[in-house]
């Protein structure tokens, strides 16, 4: 049997990975990926085809072609594989680019525990209404796409959650992503930054959209905007964010 | 220790349960939520309070009055705890009606795998690219918002996930629904019904937004919108559907 499954393995830590995905890690052969998630698996049975992280769809294609080998190949993704990585670049080579010697590898996709749903369950419920997920990254698509995006997601008075918000060589992203905003939703709107959620660094600040400061930003962020209900509550010593189940 | 869990299940069986989840199951002496949710983890050991579908707040109170007695309690969502489910509903008794005897209750929400996860996954990558969620249940909130809501989510050209399309008592809602999609995108965008993901009477269905009649629909399905970019695919004896990861 031919065989490669797209798995993805959570934000971070054993605690998120299902036991679907694990099974899947411990009967694969190959392991292919980003480099710092192959880590997160390492195992002396394990083949590891370990990548850069802005080549899906070479590392797609590398994939099928070990899984035509015989190999049974694991894509490995953080988070889900569904959510901005690893599924949708393997279902483009394939419909796009696809080879004779692949036809007989059968393809599955499993789902994993994303970072926005991480990040949200660390503050409360931020997306239990209503939510989108929106890419900042403008290497794939324009950002007059991104700009008109978020505006018309304001206006639906979405909950938001932003992936990719920053990087050194995006550095002006989600400041304009909050100044769109900012023209359409009021200024007390609940802002979250989550960074490195489930890591030993992890850091989570809760603030508003008139006072969310971009600078404090990075890669392993996950920004999350509440919609025009979202409230904070002290319980404890701590403080939580929602958005209400209810609309009325 | 005064502990109250909130966790999601996931969609259907053991496999998409996080080994986090488990431990918490494991350790909970009491477990609240939904009777379904709580058969499918049924153990002799743990004090079960299962409700009824429709009073979320009432559950709510009754998990932390609970904990507030001492007993460890897990409240139970099916998918994720986050997403349409029982966080919400926790921290909304938190924020309105807080107790005095709960304040020493700690309290926390943890990820698991929503039914819009694993329905992607098993169409390929349907959401792949930026995407919106949205419950067309107007028991919460009016349906002009959920209808202004979708408009703007197809002129933002979002992939969306539909959570509770369709039941005895809301009959209407999905047909309303696509027939607004179908004022702003192309007839060929993919559709798919995927009902009772990972249980023994799932079924998937892809199809247009031209053809899609809702009533193939019931309240097990997820209904899944792609974006102006999605493509099906065949790969071996299969279907496929995926939003392109780039918008160029």
Partial sequence: ????????????????ITPETQSIIDAATDLVGYAPYLDRLASERHHCHPS????????????????????????????????????????????????????????GVHPGISALQAAAARVGAPLGHDFCAISLSDNLKPWSVIARRLQLAAQADFAMAFYNPRSSS????????????????????????????????????MTTLAEADP??????????????????????????????????
């Fill in 1 to 16: 049997m031919k065989r490669l499954d797209v798995i993805g393995v959570g934000p971070a830590g054993p605690g998120w």
């Fill in 215 to 248: 600078e404090e930003v990075d890669m392993r962020t996950l920004v999350i905007v509440g919609n025009s209900r979202a409230r904070y509550f002290a319980h404890g010593d701590e403080w939580f964010v929602y958005s209400p189940r209810d609309y009325l």
């Fill in 170 to 205: 995006r550095p002006w992203q989600l400041g304009e992503a909050l100044g769109i905003l900012r023209g359409e939703l009021p200024g007390a709107t609940p802002v979250v930054f989550a960074a490195a959620v489930g890591r030993p660094d992890e850091w989570v600040r």
């Fill in 52 to 107: 850069d992280n802005r080549v899906e769809l070479e590392r797609a294609a590398q994939a099928m072609d070990l899984a035509a080998e015989g190999r049974h190949v694991a894509v490995v993704s953080g988070g889900d594989p569904g959510v901005f990585a690893m599924a949708a670049a393997l279902c483009e080579v394939l419909d796009r680019d696809p080879r004779a010697e692949w036809a007989e590898v059968e393809f």
